[in-house]
């Protein structure tokens, strides 16, 4: 699979290959030491960022790799951010 910057992934592959790389890779290499901070993967060239800021790992991949395209993902996590207020605490 080749991925030059005149190629544009669709979506649904690139966060396919995200999550597997993330799982099949970093998974054991990042959990638990690095829970809740914050990685950007590259997953055609297999390269990836951390942070504990989702803003600062953004920045730091498109400052090294500004012509591609990445999966985030919050360590530790289901999901990278979510929205909605489930995570407020309800009044009895």
């Known amino acids: 699979m ?4 005149s190629e544009k992934p ?11 790389f993330y799982k099949e890779k970093l998974k054991p290499l990042l959990e638990p030491d ?6 950007a993967i590259e997953p055609y060239s297999g ?4 942070d504990k ?6 920045l730091k991949a498109l400052a090294e790799m ?6 985030f993902a919050r360590i530790g996590y289901e999901y990278a951010h979510k ?4 995570w407020l605490k309800k009044k009895a």
């Open 2 to 5: 080749s991925n030059t910057t």
């Open 10 to 20: 669709r979506f649904s592959e690139l966060t396919e290959l995200g999550i597997k």
């Open 34 to 39: 690095h829970n809740g901070e914050f990685v």
């Open 47 to 50: 390269k990836y960022f951390l």
């Open 53 to 58: 800021d989702s803003t600062q790992v953004a």
């Open 66 to 71: 500004p012509d591609k395209k990445f999966y």
């Open 83 to 86: 929205i909605g207020g489930s």
